[in-house]
């Protein structure tokens, strides 16, 4: 599998040759959408809470008697039929919403996933990705030199400049080969890797 090599001006120059097993697997949509759908549901912190009829704050009293009202019959005001009454079958925060997958399946799935970028051109390399100081307008300015937009960087080390002036900025992430999460890969429209960071992506996946 060849990939393309753009330089600082965002040009493409020379391929990259990358592993089959990793940037040439088949598209299977079905094990990118499960693992997708995992990562997010993995990601859901399950605290939420909604109150049933014993724990709303409402008082127990009749609201009116049972007969000769002319109205249907009423208990309390803290009735699931009634507004501000409490929910039937409410949420519990000790709900489960995990998802299991297993490795390889996980790892297959992410190879689809970088095939499919790969095969679109949405995924090229550059030879290494850095700024001088970290400032947000001089990463802008550097994308833009490039054309990029939305972008997700792969670089294969923590680099404190980038990181930091990347923080403002929306459509931008900056991430190492082990964070690289199939729900970005998915939704930024670039991806951009490092040479290094790419011998590091066929060493984890192929």
Request: charged share 25%.
């Amino acid at each position: 599998m060849e990939l393309k090599l753009l330089n600082e001006q965002g040009q493409a120059g020379s391929n990259v040759a990358a592993a089959d097993t990793v940037f040439g697997r088949d598209y299977n949509e079905a094990l990118i959408h499960q693992i997708v759908v995992a990562y997010a549901a993995n990601a859901r912190s399950g605290n939420r809470k909604q109150k049933d009829r014993e724990e709303v704050h409402h008082t127990t009293k009749k609201p009116w008697r049972q007969k000769g009202t002319g109205r249907a019959r009423a208990g309390m005001s803290s009735s699931p039929l009634w507004r501000g009454g409490g929910r039937i079958f409410p949420n519990s925060p000790d709900e489960n919403f995990t998802h299991k997958v297993n490795k390889k399946m996980y790892r297959a799935g992410i190879c689809s996933i970088l095939s499919q970028l790969a095969r679109e051109e949405r995924l090229v390399v550059v030879e290494n990705f850095a700024i001088d100081a970290p400032k947000t307008k001089l990463l802008a300015q550097k994308l833009n030199g490039m054309g990029l937009e939305s972008v997700m960087i792969i670089t294969d080390t923590t680099d404190e400049n980038l990181m930091l002036a990347s923080r403002n900025l929306p459509h931008v992430l900056v991430v190492e080969p082990r964070h690289a999460d199939p729900m970005s890969l998915v939704f930024y429209k670039k991806i951009v890797v490092t040479k290094a960071a790419l011998t590091m992506i066929e060493e984890m996946f192929a």
